[in-house]
């Protein structure tokens, strides 16, 4: 018999997947509720995704919104709009209802949004419907449900918007509809809807508190946590999970620490596609159209560029050695007479090279405007679609903030690896050992805001939001400590990451005793190979940077001249070839004055190029112009301005002329 699973997430959906792969369950389907819906709807019918209703806000910007036509162009809107969309049809509002008010400010943002849903709505594929759309479609197609789904089961959730709850109370008349709670709480209307509900016992973890000294330090305990846990044998990967209420505060440090660590983390919510080669190219673009020209910047981006566009294969990896160091090449006039300079004729790769760089300096010179056919030019694949997204996220003068929030799905596979999840998505896929992190009044519960277009004086937040964060992060607390049967562990920090103290979390477990982490503290287990090296002092004096760095401390409190203090071997080369240079006035001054300056300038040939300003570089025909146009003008104005003109003219008059 057909089966259907009603998932909350996509982590949920590869898990249910998975395990129905394992028992051979033919004709099961796991599916989101929005999309069982639309299926029922009709065959060709989809909800609104929030990549294409970003999309059409964005192109409905350019039409009058009427109040809110003072705010359209911020880089925010687009997700502010967005959110504001999503929350109301999943909550089934209906904004022409809202706006029989006497309150004109009330009625006029009401009506502002009112515009804005049927703009986007105009611009939205007409196979897409909101919520409420496909549920009256989907009620009048009720006798297939049971056809298309068989008995269905609602799994791993601890509540569903109440756009969806008349379908699913009559779903149960025509066919076997179960809610299978678990362990966890029961919304009051599923039995008030008389929806059978199968329950069980909650688990009895082993809970313990660790009070650790800041964000970084708690992720650093969570890796050693989760190495103790594999390296004892009690666990295996897929059994392991860390989460948050939101985890992005801690993405950067957990990233460092798998890479260190060597182990593998499945970031459920995506990782940030700027820590990706394709989200570094996307930047580095958007980094010379938003602030210009420079060498370091375009230097940068062609790197990106010949490692992932094949039309500059061709240009070598070294070709930035023929740019002057002291030229920063400001703007695309520079760079088009430099790279007029590198053509050799005698050299066929030189001259494609040239053209391809050439190429993309006129591409680059269109300028911020036009972002969009700039990177259709340059990008291609994940990159472009990148470009894309963060386009529709925002307008082009915010590509450096859109593209920082972006997030791709993670390539780690999660069925056999650590996951590190939001909470929401963990009450929906438990695992056996858990550690919670980011347990302080400030992270968990969340603090609910405000709706950036409807706030709580036009729309009460009850009606605009029946299922706010806070309690949200609550009830997923509660569920995370029914579902995990071997240990859960909740940790704090005592101060964030700019040295504030925190407080603690309401919902952070009163133990009888918390364990308190020194930050400097030697670990059981070792995180990774920095952490070990940490953990074992004798075992770093041994290595050849721990000598040399004993060696630099002994050196820099000894009196005697040593290697550490610049002292060198007679008649060293580099010394010698620095010396026997010519000299000039500028550079004895040097040698006498400051002889490491002199050793770091006409040895080392250090040097810091300046990019406050482009210097002014002209080869010798144009100054040759330049002279003889001078002494060309001087004569004229004498001419004129003399009598008997240049012939009579005394010295001091040519001068000044």
């Known amino acids: 018999m057909r089966e259907t699973f009603v998932i909350h997430s996509r982590l949920s959906w590869r898990q249910v997947r998975g395990s129905a792969a394992i028992k051979r369950q033919h004709g099961l389907q796991a599916i989101a509720i929005e999309h069982l819906v639309a299926r029922l709807a009709g065959g060709f019918l989809q909800p609104i995704n929030s990549d294409s209703l970003k999309e059409a806000i964005g192109e409905a910007v350019a039409m009058d ?3 809110l036509n003072q705010i359209k162009t911020l880089p925010g809107f687009p997700r502010a709009a967005a959110s504001t969309l999503e929350k109301a049809w999943a909550a089934g ?33 007409t196979s897409m419907r909101r919520p409420a759309d496909l549920v009256a479609l989907a009620l009048q197609r009720l006798q297939y449900a049971r056809a298309l789904f068989g008995a269905i089961r609602v799994v791993g959730r601890t509540e569903m918007s109440p756009v969806w709850r008349p379908f699913l109370a009559a779903l149960k008349d025509v ?37 650790c000294a800041s964000p970084r330090h708690e992720a650093l305990e969570a890796m050693r946590w989760a190495r103790a846990l594999l390296a004892s044998g009690q666990a295996k990967p897929e059994e392991i999970a860390i989460a948050a209420a939101w985890p ?42 938003l602030r ?27 070709w930035w050695r023929a740019l002057p160091e002291d030229a920063p090449l400001l703007d695309a006039a520079s760079w088009r007479g430099i790279l007029a300079a590198m053509v050799k004729p005698d050299n066929a790769s030189s001259e494609a090279e040239v053209r391809v760089l050439g190429h993309l300096v006129e591409t680059l010179a269109l300028g911020l405007r036009k972002a969009g056919e700039i990177g259709d030019i340059l990008l291609s694949g994940r990159s472009l679609a990148i470009w894309e997204k963060a386009l529709t996220e925002g ?18 596979a999660q069925e056999a690896n650590i996951i590190w999840a939001p909470a929401a998505s ?47 992060d609550r009830r997923d607390f509660e569920t995370i400590l029914k579902t995990t049967s071997r240990q859960v562990v909740c940790s704090r920090a005592r101060r964030d990451a700019q040295g504030r103290i925190n407080g603690v979390s309401p919902l952070y477990p009163r133990v009888p005793e918390e364990i308190y982490r020194h930050r400097a503290r030697i670990p059981e287990h070792a995180a990774g190979w920095a952490d070990r090296l940490f953990a074992r002092p004798a075992e770093f004096d041994g290595m050849p940077l721990a000598r040399s760095a004993r060696s630099c401390w002994s050196d820099w409190h000894a009196e005697r001249l040593t290697a550490h203090d610049g002292l060198m071997r007679a008649n060293h080369p580099l010394i010698v070839a620095s010396l026997n240079r010519r000299q000039s006035a500028t550079s004895l001054t040097k040698l006498l004055r400051d002889p490491l300056g002199y050793l770091w300038t006409y040895g080392f040939r250090w040097q810091e190029p300046g990019e406050t300003e482009e ?11 330049i002279l003889h146009a001078t002494l060309e003008r001087a004569v004229s104005d004498l001419e004129l301005a003399k009598p008997g003109g240049f012939r009579n003219a005394d010295e001091s008059s040519i001068a000044d002329a």
């Open 65 to 67: 919104l009427g109040e």
């Open 93 to 125: 509002l209906k904004f022409n209802e809202l706006a029989n008010t006497t309150d004109a400010p009330v009625r006029a943002r009401i009506d502002a949004v009112t515009r804005l849903e049927a703009r986007v709505l105009e611009r939205l594929p």
């Open 175 to 211: 066919t076997d509809v179960q809610w299978v709670a678990g362990p966890r709480q029961v919304p009051a209307w599923v039995r008030a809807f008389g929806i059978a509900v199968v329950e069980t016992a909650p688990e009895n973890p082993e809970i313990k508190t660790e009070s």
């Open 248 to 289: 992005a505060e801690w993405d950067d440090h957990l990233q460092a620490l798998s890479d260190m660590a060597g182990i593998d983390l499945h970031f459920v919510h995506g990782r940030k596609a700027v820590s990706t080669q394709e989200g570094q190219l996307a930047a580095a673009l958007g980094e010379v159209l």
């Open 292 to 318: 210009g020209f420079s060498q370091a910047r375009m230097t940068r981006l062609i790197a990106l560029l010949r490692s992932q566009n094949p039309d500059f294969k061709v240009v070598h990896g070294d």
């Open 395 to 412: 307008p082009p003068e915010a590509l450096d903030v859109t593209l920082v929030s972006l997030r791709l799905p993670d390539q780690v």
């Open 426 to 472: 963990l009450t929906a896929a438990p695992r056996l050992w858990v550690r919670l992190v980011g347990l302080t009044s400030r992270a968990w519960p969340r603090h609910q805001a405000e709706d950036a277009l409807l706030p709580n004086h036009i729309v009460d937040s009850s009606l605009l939001d029946p299922l706010p964060v806070h309690q949200a």
């Open 615 to 625: 210097p002014l570089q002209l080869d010798p025909l144009a100054i040759g112009g």
